[in-house]
């Protein structure tokens, strides 16, 4: 399909036929992208999209827990070898 690149305020713009947008399942925000002289347009990515599931999963299997328990406290390298 061939559409005409057209003047929007101070930039450019398509008009993306709606027959495309039903297809594609493209939301109200998108993530637009060049690669190898092409424009990607994608569903925007939400940062931390699933992270409350992971964070349930992770608890739910104790995986949950402090890596290193001692850190409300000092270490034996902050003792002998850092300088306050």
Same mark, same amino acid.
């Given at each position: @399909? !061939?559409?005409? $690149? $057209? !003047? &929007? *305020?101070?930039? %450019? *713009? $398509? !008009? &993306?036929?709606? $027959?495309?947008?039903? %297809?594609?399942n493209l939301g109200t925000e998108v993530d637009l992208e060049v690669e190898d002289e092409k424009i990607i347009i994608r569903s925007a990515s939400h940062p931390r999209q699933g992270?409350?599931?992971?964070? !349930?999963? @992770?608890s739910e299997s104790g995986d949950d827990k402090m890596v290193d328990e001692n850190l409300s406290g000092q270490s034996e390298w902050d003792r002998d070898e850092w300088e306050w």
């Open positions: @399909m !061939r559409t005409n $690149i $057209i !003047r &929007i *305020g101070n930039s %450019q *713009g $398509i !008009r &993306i036929p709606k $027959i495309l947008l039903e %297809q594609s992270w409350a599931d992971a964070f !349930r999963l @992770m």
